[in-house]
């Protein structure tokens, strides 16, 4: 059963309704069976209504949608021969950043993202995807090992932020931060960052400095959350609405800044809806642009990433 | 937190400071031990308080001065950026926030540079300047700061970056948040170039300075209790619900847990500079003669 949020309360009736006489039809009522198909066209149609003009703030809950589909799923689904890989060397294994070597559509990649977990007790595990400095210390250990070896890197980025708490503090967050994105900066393999739900800030950005940014259609990549920013601002975080608006967070609008450089289509109702279509459709947009980015030295790949944010900001909406 | 102290507090204080040399405005409370110091004396203290050691904030202009051999040197242009790029307004309009930050400070934006020399060896300073916004990064500080490494990697100086910032500025949303990577490639494009980058953070370096440009220092110097961190104290607080551990985010808290090379007192930051800038870029010459301690006021 979904999970509704608090605007698809339309969407939730009408599910309600198709639920019910899903039930009269199995004890086999006449006529039943046009009903359904009417109804059933009905919940489609305001599904793809709603979602198609969703709003900043809208999106963030869909973004942050515990049944979308999390790091662990996502993997499952497209890497075959996953083999994860753990720690930093240096202090621990920080579960809020998975990685590991694979294969996606038959091409060996290393893999690396943040879990969030999808229940409580895998979301207490896995600290919401909130990474300490270990968490991108491995990324950066993994990406120097993908590079040694002529890997692609492909990150998939899902995090409220780096963990805000006094140990990861004391180790560094912000020089972990720093080296992650210089460690990306500086790979000779090409490099796909995909931001799958949320895109917290510097949490984020040490995983996304990549040749190719993606973006799931209702995903949110933001320097700051819209609760936060709205505290700061407004000075209370009931404007977190408006703030979500201001921010310009959405995966169209980084498009036209070109942040993003694709918008990946998610299944009507959005990824949590049909978390196996998203998948697919996340796999065919890596596998493209890992094809578009063959061929390339590693001194012009560098080169090309550095140029890709160099170049931004120059237009503004 | 009302009109009162986001409006009018920071106007009088406009106000007043803009006349810190005439005589009626002879004396500052140090925030920190709360005593009277003679405005002069503050000055000639390199505005680190008497009675207690605190260092206050200083404004870029005033680095530059108190770093640069004999306070000389010449400002480098910065490029212009695309203004309020998100047309972003909360109840306030950005350009207004700019527009009132300009005026205040006669700058265009939160971070300075300027070259010159210090120990006789060319060096290209970065200052963040806090006054401006907080000393927020967005599109402005990132092409300043990439235009710095440009001039120094040019003039083969060394580049000094002063840091003093709140983190990224929310008003340039994803597009401020784009200055960490940015940032990043200018400190590689030094260490491609075989020059010294070095860091001098200062109170309060926090959020996206501190995860991009300001802790990718081949050495870093953090200044005496200057607070240094990534999360604000605040939002660490809310988050583990803890008091948080005295001295905690503190330079020296930084220095006991391997972060900084070292924490330097302000009168003792030019020697310093000046020193590992001939190490680093004069590896087989002869030692220096001794650097002059910084002068009174920062000049000659």
Wanted: glycine share 10%; net charge neutral; aromatic share 6%.
């Amino acid at each position: 059963m979904n999970r509704f949020l608090d605007f698809e309360k339309p969407i939730a009736e009408l599910e309600g309704k198709l639920a019910e006489l899903r039930q009269l039809g199995d004890a086999g009522g006449a006529g039943i069976g046009e009903e359904l198909a009417n109804l059933e066209s009905k919940v489609e149609k305001l599904l793809r209504q709603t979602y198609a003009k969703l709003t900043p703030w809208q999106k963030t809950q869909v973004a942050r949608h515990q049944d979308r589909p999390q790091f662990s799923a996502i993997v499952a689904g497209m890497v075959e021969g996953f083999t994860p890989l753990a720690g930093d060397r240096a202090f621990a294994d920080d579960k809020a950043i998975q990685g590991g070597i694979g294969r996606i559509r038959g091409r060996a990649v290393m893999i690396i993202g943040h879990e969030k977990g999808s229940d409580t007790a895998s979301r207490l595990k896995h600290n919401f995807g909130m990474a300490r400095p270990e968490g991108y210390r491995k990324a950066i250990r993994l990406m120097g090992l993908a590079d040694r070896f002529g890997l692609p890197v492909v990150t998939l980025v899902d995090t409220p932020g780096a963990f805000p708490g006094i140990d990861a503090e004391a180790r560094g967050q912000a020089e972990a931060i720093a080296r992650s994105t210089e460690a990306t900066l500086g790979l000779g393999v090409p490099v796909v960052a995909c931001v799958i739900g949320e895109g917290g800030s510097g949490g984020a950005i040490a995983l996304a400095a990549a040749n190719r940014v993606l973006m799931f259609e209702h995903a949110v990549y933001s320097v700051i959350s819209p609760e936060a920013c709205s505290s700061i601002l407004w000075r209370g975080t009931d404007k977190a609405e408006l703030a979500a608006e201001a921010l310009r967070l959405t995966a169209q609008d980084l498009f036209q800044l070109k942040v993003v450089d694709a918008v990946i289509p998610e299944p009507i109702g959005g990824a949590h809806r049909d978390p196996k279509a998203a998948i697919r459709s996340l796999a065919d947009a890596i596998e493209r642009n890992l094809t578009e980015l063959d061929g390339q030295s590693r001194s012009s790949l560098k080169a090309r990433r550095r140029h890709k944010f160099l170049d931004l900001g120059k237009v503004g909406l | 937190m009302n009109w009162l102290t986001n409006f009018v507090k920071p106007r009088i204080n406009a106000l007043v400071n803009r006349k810190r040399d005439v005589p009626g405005n002879l004396w500052q409370t140090c925030p920190s031990c709360g005593q009277m110091i003679f405005a002069r004396d503050l000055k000639a203290n390199l505005s680190v308080c008497q009675h207690c050691g605190h260092h206050l904030r200083v404004s870029a202009v005033e680095r530059f001065a108190m770093l640069f051999d004999d306070g000389v040197h010449a400002r480098v242009e910065t490029p212009a950026v695309v203004q309020d790029p998100l047309k972003f307004r909360d109840h306030k309009r950005y350009p207004d926030r700019l527009k009132d930050s300009r005026a205040r400070s006669g700058e265009k934006d939160a971070m300075l540079v300027a070259e010159g020399k210090i120990g006789g060896q060319p060096t290209v300073i970065a200052a963040l300047d806090f006054g401006f916004m907080g000393g927020s990064m967005g599109l402005a500080v990132g092409e300043a700061f990439l235009a710095a490494a440009a001039r120094a990697i040019a003039a083969k100086a060394a580049l000094v970056a002063v840091t003093a910032s709140g983190g990224a500025r929310m008003q340039e949303g994803i597009l401020s948040l784009m200055q960490m990577p940015r940032t990043t490639i200018a400190v590689e494009q030094m260490h491609e170039a075989g020059l010294p980058y070095i860091v001098v953070l200062t109170d309060p370096t926090t959020g996206g300075v501190t995860a991009s440009f300001a802790m990718l220092g081949d050495i870093a110097i953090a200044e005496p209790g200057a607070q240094i961190g990534f999360a604000g104290p605040r939002v660490i607080e809310k988050t583990i619900r803890e008091q948080l551990p005295e001295g905690f985010q503190r330079a020296e808290y930084l220095l006991d847990h391997g972060m900084v090379d070292m924490v330097v007192p302000r009168a003792k930051l030019r020697e310093t500079l000046a020193q590992v800038i001939d190490l680093l870029m004069r590896p087989k010459a002869a030692a220096p003669a001794a650097v002059e301690p910084a002068p009174a006021d920062g000049r000659a």
